[in-house]
């Protein structure tokens, strides 16, 4: 998989962010971030008061939720909490709007929205009747994409629900839309990578993020104190997907676009499976070599690649080069103890949202009158 040195580096107080800490470091802006957030305890409350799901898995998907960000309703039915009938009628309930009916869909209603509105709302057309046109959403108070649809097409739309999952799989089916867009973190736009020139301001910005994205910007500023390229990775099995990057010929675009398969012998499967560091050459495996020709790297010259993991699963890869044809810093000793926060910032940002889901969800309900009468 490659000639280097394996570096063991396995990652294992609650500190809610508050409001003016996400203004601050904006993300969107402080309207944005209460408004997106606001769907979560409904959806959760609906979900949880019906004995649909317990305060456990709801906790456990806020967590992946913070990982691989989408939406709470997403990442229950990707742990198997929920069925997506359940969801879906959960999801009408909270958006107060028909549920899509995928048995109902009509395929000429495609001919009507454009791949570039699709693309851009992530809507999909689910029929048409006379001037109406009933249009399935993940979002359905999206005001601005009804309008927007509406005025385009010179027809009235009706905004139905569904799950985002189901609007994933519809997009790239129907409009060849690449399905990455499900891990996007739904408390905030991705901010740039701040410009900071020293580890120990870029280790701060960690420490101060309340998004996954921006501990990612702030894990790329602090990688770039040491390469002059690096990319930042998602480990979903069976692929590790980039996510962002900065440097020598990168940025978030061409970060996007790459993806390694870990059923196939290279470095980013032997991170991942073994959670240690790696520095020195990439191999000679097929895997290798197809992302070094599409970075832009010359075979032969070395790189790092760093594990995020969390509670014992490696959620992220960092990779750090110096360039197309230069050689990687072999002091890395403090990164990688920098980058012992990558973890407990995720954990700081759970254990945040379950505390602020708990507080707008209230509590449980408890039992009924003639429940306590049984016991």
């Known amino acids: 998989m490659g000639s280097g040195m394996g570096l063991g580096s396995r990652h294992d107080s609650p500190e809610q962010g508050s409001d003016q800490a996400w203004g ?5 802006g402080l309207l944005e971030y209460r408004a997106r957030r606001s769907a979560l305890p409904i959806l959760g409350r609906i979900l949880r008061d019906r004995g649909v799901i317990t305060d456990r898995q709801l906790q456990e998907a806020i967590q992946h939720q913070v990982l691989y960000g989408g939406r709470l309703g997403t990442s229950l039915y990707e742990l198997g909490f929920i069925t997506e009938e359940r969801l879906t009628d959960a999801l009408a309930r909270a958006k107060g709007v028909p549920a899509v009916d995928l048995k109902a869909l009509q395929p000429e209603a495609l001919a009507l929205l454009p791949k570039k509105l699709a693309q851009r709302f992530k809507v999909f057309p689910c029929r048409a009747r006379g001037q109406t046109l009933f249009l399935g959403m993940v979002d359905p108070s999206d005001h601005v994409a009804v309008a927007h649809i509406g005025y385009s097409l010179g027809y009235i739309v009706r905004p139905m629900v569904m799950p985002e999952f189901r609007m994933v799989q519809l997009l790239r089916d129907h409009y060849g839309i690449d399905e990455r867009w499900r891990y996007t973190d739904t408390h905030g736009s991705g901010p740039a990578v701040p410009e900071v020139k020293d580890p120990a301001g870029a280790a701060e910005r960690v420490d101060a993020a309340v998004t996954r994205d921006e501990v990612v910007a702030a894990v790329l500023a602090l990688a770039l104190c040491y390469f002059k390229r690096v990319v930042f990775f998602i480990v979903r099995e069976p692929w590790v997907m980039g996510w962002d990057g900065a440097g020598e010929g990168m940025d978030r675009t061409r970060a ?8 196939l012998p290279s470095v980013f499967q032997g991170v991942t499976r073994n959670r240690t560091m790696f520095v020195g050459r990439p191999g000679p495996e097929h895997a290798n070599l197809a992302f070094l020709a599409a970075i832009g790297k010359k075979p032969g010259t070395t790189a790092a690649l760093f594990p995020v993991a969390l509670r014992g699963r490696v959620v992220n890869l960092v990779w750090g080069d110096s360039g197309s044809a230069g050689a990687a810093r072999g002091d890395l000793g403090q990164l990688l103890a920098l980058m012992q926060k990558i973890p407990r910032a995720y954990l700081r940002i759970i254990r945040a949202r ?14 009924t009158p003639e429940e306590e009468r049984g016991a």
């Open 256 to 263: 996007a676009a790459l993806r390694v398969p870990l059923d």
């Open 24 to 28: 601050a470091a904006g993300g969107g």
């Open 354 to 367: 379950i505390a602020e889901s708990r507080k707008e969800a209230g509590p449980p309900p408890g039992p």
